[in-house]
């Protein structure tokens, strides 16, 4: 075997052994985000990220899984990547260098909704009416123990919380996301936001051109 034989034969492996669906097994990185395009779930979720916390991988694996617009994050710009298991490669990912000032530009494009359980006046998850939204949720998860900033939770349009059952007084981003993002994703699929066209709900209200696009990767 020459050595163009080879780098074929491990191209060839490196995309069957990926953790994708058996449809993807074959297919390039760009097949599979031009392929995920025609299904996306007019969803957004941003997390926190000051402090470097872990849980980031494990949201952009969800919002893979549930097929999310976009993911948006704060603070440090370098991730681990390692509970990505690979999905960084076809979600859309967003580091927002300029903090809060980036976030009040998003306001024209999504309703900001928190996930926390500390705060006052917030909606159960499961009573919350999601088809009362007139723009695509943007939804906001703070980092491992101290979860959203008072300068995020006060952009809130609505502030939602998971009901517990339990002694624990929190679940992690992780596992919160999981629980969100499906709940969400179900409850949208027949809702005013799905039915808009990709056209009405991204009009260029928002100016992404100011907003670095860049995902810097351990």
Known sequence: MNEMETVIKEERWSLWTRN?????????????????????????VCM????????????IRNANAFNIEKVYYLGKKRIDRR??????????????SNGVCDLEDLKNKYTFIAIDNNVSKTHKLRQFDWNKLEKPPLVFFGEEGCGLTEEVL???????EIEQYGSVRSLNVGTASGIVLFECVQHLKN???????????YDGTCNE??????LTLL
């Open 20 to 44: 994708v669906v058996d449809k993807y097994k074959s297919m390039t990185d760009d097949m599979i985000k031009k392929d995920l395009k025609k299904t996306v779930n007019p969803i957004a």
């Open 48 to 59: 926190e990220h000051w402090k470097g916390d872990f849980n980031i991988s494990t949201l």
């Open 83 to 96: 509970g990505c298991v690979g999905t960084h490669h076809y979600t859309d990912i967003q580091h927002l």
């Open 154 to 160: 006060n952009l809130a349009d609505y502030r939602i």
């Open 191 to 201: 809702s005013k936001v799905a039915r808009m066209s990709q056209t009405e709900l």
């Open 209 to 214: 051109q100011n907003v670095p696009s860049q």
